[in-house]
């Protein structure tokens, strides 16, 4: 046996083995009974056991989608009395499943700190990485941490999974950050069936691809064989625990039963290969290992595993009677929703709440504006910019909450592309504000895991075109986190993104980018849009308060064109900077209206709110009265606001800067045709186009012209 592990330590880790297989023949079945769903199962790769033995139970698990028996040994050392009873809760989607709530069969446990992952290819690695990266960051900063600072971040792929950009990006960076001298306490272990559902994985290829990478130290075991898989994961394990650098654990393993309960094996592979699989089934391994060892007798092990046979049938049996999730209400709580109107400010969590805003554009008296109560207070203050504005605001939550973290490509050193994080490297230092790789997926991950870790961490997504890049990190692991674990886990983030378009002398579609829809699609996920220098500020604190309280992920958009705006109507007038006042809140899903016309509302975001004002002006001196409904928000929308301001007028232009096909005026006009608003309602948008280089930009953007025209022909539909 290896150094402290005795003969009744491989009893229990033998007994983990075959709960999870018998757990997996369960599931297979409930789904042919029709009492269970989709699972898939963990039969060849039992091994990944010695992944529980040789780590603590305080040591962050990320696993792989066929870690069973780990789970198992692990939930049982953690205190968890029945964990196939947890996973078979799963497979029923029973409500009482205690990590997911009936909403996913994931393996993940609070008490056993194993962080519950889906079957998405290799998602999880970025977060495993950014965790890593965290755990001594946040002791340095007096960050609470639900892990030890020397915890080692476990994460398990396969090798299918090996091959994804997502795993070959997180080990890279991975590596990168601890040739930097920062420490990456992450165990990567790849548990090689040799296929990937019907691919075969050449028998050398997890080696030759990661083997000899400088930078990663690299173990191998055999996880059919359980003495050498535990003595390779206590290796790995102990490496990087005193190196706190990242590690390849090679652990091969076969695949058992196919890909999943549905799969048929004999479809893709001949009776050879099946049954050359069958012969390294690592339960009956370590049941021969215990028999030669003389810990058991035969007779015992096949008693035994009767005895834990017949436990888990039944249990399959009890789990069937489980309630279900029965509404939408039940389904979604996890997602925090928003609250009411009157409990908003509830939301906004240390952040003062007034009624008002600070200063409007000061336009005529006959022109829209903005109604406020804070305008004395903010009058004298200096006025910002939108980048100003936000870039004070980084600085007072830096200065205010020592878990913030703001980090992204040049925005340290450099100070952002545009300015906007100018002087923060220099005055919080490079553990509060730092640079990181070009890589999106990166970015996102090391908010991820520094989430998980305490952090409220605002990264930044350089270009809005950049974010598709890598937008599984907020659709499948961000948005999904606290939805899989019935909110036992969270990842409070608020990533920033520099987007849309009208810049001038520069562009292009990967610097001009006006498309949303990916976003605003992901359940959960709040998107804030301000236009204006206060909004920006306010909304920004209402974000990281959103993120720090409900653990919610945010996404802020930040409109380029208008970061250095100072004007509005004419050169010089100053009046788009606004003074930034911390007594002003931005509730969650609340608009900004601008005037009280009563011929027509002009509901409009971000650049389109002060082209919607220039347009409104020009009508007023036209005896037309028009109001301007700035958004704020693209998600929640603001329903409330924007069918109030409707029905005041009867008339509604949507101003949408974003594509016509699948742009945001499609959700505004069908939130008004669901609320039964029955009057004049029209859109103009940009083209379905990306945005050329150049003069020609102009052609395929919506313009302030378009804007008059089509609020025109709301006005006067017989004008030709």
Known sequence: MPPGFTGPDFVKLFEAQVLSRQADLAARRLGASGRGFYSIGSSGHEGNVALSAATRITDPVLPHYRSGAFFVHRARRAGVTDPVRDILLGVVAAATDPISGGRHKVFGSAVANIVPQTSTIASQLPRAVGLAFALERADRLGVACPWPSDAVVLCGFGDASANHSTATGAINAAVHTAHLGVPVPVLFVCEDNGIGISVPTPPDWIEHAYGRRPGLRWFAADGCDLRDAVAGALAAVDWVRAHRRPAFLHLRTVRLFGHAGSDVE??????????????????????????????RTPRELLDHYDRLAEQVAATADEVCDEPKLATADEVL?????????????????????TAGLSPAPRPAADEPRATTEAEDKADSAPPQTLAQAINHTLADLLARDPDVLVFGEDIARKGGVYGVTRGLRKRFGPRRVFDTLLDEQSILGTALGAGLAGFVPIPEIQYLAYVHNALDQLRGEAATLSFFSAGRYRNPMVVRIAGYAYQRGFGGHF????????????????????????????????????????????????????????????????????????????????????????????????????????????????????????????????????????????????ADETRRSGGVSESVCAALVDAGFTGTLARVTSADSFVPLGPAAATVLLSEADIEAAADRSLFPGRA
């Open 333 to 353: 709580a996890p997602l925090a929703p928003d609250p009411p109107d009157d409990e908003a400010p509830r939301r906004n969590l240390r952040v003062p709440v």
């Open 511 to 654: 610097h001009n980018d006006n498309s949303v829809a990916a976003l605003r699609d992901i359940p959960g996920v709040m998107v804030a849009s301000p236009a204006r220098p206060d909004d920006a500020a306010a909304a920004l604190r209402t974000c990281v308060a959103a993120a720090r309280a409900d653990g919610r992920v945010c996404v802020f958009l930040e409109p380029i064109a208008l970061y250095h705006t100072r004007d509005l109507y004419e050169p010089d007038d100053g009046q788009w900077a606004a003074a930034d006042a911390e007594t002003v809140s931005a509730p969650i899903g609340r608009a900004r209206v601008y005037g009280e016309g009563t011929d027509l509302t002009i509901v409009a975001f971000a650049n389109t709110v002060p082209m919607s004002l220039r347009v409104a002006r020009r009508l007023a001196r036209r005896g037309i009265g028009a109001r301007v409904l700035d958004l704020r928000w693209l998600a929640p929308l603001p329903y409330a606001d924007l069918i109030r301001h409707a029905a005041a007028t009867g008339r509604v232009l949507v």
């Open 266 to 295: 004999s479809a893709y592979r001949d009776t050879a290969a099946i049954e050359a699989g069958l012969a390294r089934d690592p339960v009956t391994a370590t049941a021969r290992l215990l028999i030669t060892a003389g810990i």
